[in-house]
């Protein structure tokens, strides 16, 4: 098994793997979140764990200035290549991705607003580690400027608990199967998912691979500590669907706004 996470095999597949989610749907909420919570115009952000630009390149295709960063080198070229492959119409900046760790990358420059989308956050498994990333966060944030990140919600995870899942999805030569299986840490907050991934071409198996994912969950009031720690203040909490579903025992995913002070 791989101790690498989101490496060439899984960063090849991950569009597919994906292909379900609505990034335009997200890229809607974000911009709601903007008109009602920033305190001026939203022009330039930040993608803290980009990976293959689901988020990046849809908001540049809207007019934002975007900056993309992740650790993953293999996730990056996905990024870049779809941005160089025409993802975006003529009159648009593609956004600027770099390499770097969100626990101390330091761009030197500051944003409107600075995102940690699809659990990011949930990455940073360590009490320090948590808050080095919101460091980050807000050493890149302009003063009053929006924080916007989506976590899994401690009290859902629990009351739900993880399972054992399967997605099939075929190709133009067979068909990708990814199988998941979690174990859930309750002491430290994490769930750890080991994925295994098949390519199928026809009958044979044309390629392989396995990986584990290890995501915390978070508490509300947890999350507003570490963001106060951190120099943010967290404004609202909800399902990460519905800005008016407060977040609650069944809602898994939830988002999170803060803002620089």
């Not at 200035?65 to 025409?86: C, F, H, I, N």
């Not at 975006?88 to 991705?97: C, H, K, N, V, W």
């Not at 669907?241 to 977040?247: R, S």
Request: overall charge negative; glycine content about 8%; charged content about 20%.
């Amino acid at each position: 098994m791989s101790d690498t996470i989101f490496g060439q095999g899984y960063a090849d597949l991950y569009d597919l793997l994906y292909s379900d989610k609505d990034y335009e749907s997200e890229c809607d909420l974000l911009e709601e979140v903007f008109r009602r919570y920033s305190t001026g115009p939203v022009q330039t952000i930040l993608d803290l764990g980009c990976g293959t630009g689901g988020h990046a390149l849809p908001l540049a295709r809207r007019g934002y200035q975007v900056t993309g960063v992740d650790r993953s080198l293999e996730m990056l070229t996905q990024a870049r290549q779809k941005a160089a492959s025409g993802a975006l119409s003529a009159g648009y900046s593609l956004p600027t991705f770099y390499q770097g760790d969100v626990r101390n990358v330091d761009l030197g420059q500051q944003f409107d607003a600075v995102l940690m989308m699809f659990a990011v956050l949930g990455y940073q498994l360590t009490n320090d580690d948590v808050l080095a990333a919101l460091r980050t966060v807000r050493r890149h944030l302009r003063p009053g400027g929006l924080f916007v990140c989506d976590v899994w919600y401690g009290p859902a995870v629990l009351a739900i608990r993880p399972t054992d899942r399967t997605k099939v999805i075929p190709t133009t030569d067979g068909e990708v199967i990814r199988a998941a299986s979690s174990t859930l840490d309750v002491y430290h907050h994490f769930c750890e998912v080991h994925y295994r991934l098949w390519h199928l071409n026809g009958q044979q198996v044309a390629s392989r691979g396995e990986e584990l994912h290890r995501m915390r969950f978070f508490f509300a009031q947890e999350l507003a500590f570490y963001l106060t720690c951190s120099g943010l203040q967290l404004i609202t909490l909800t399902a990460f669907a519905d800005l008016e579903e407060v977040a609650s025992e069944t809602t898994w995913n939830v988002l999170a706004v803060a803002m620089g002070v």
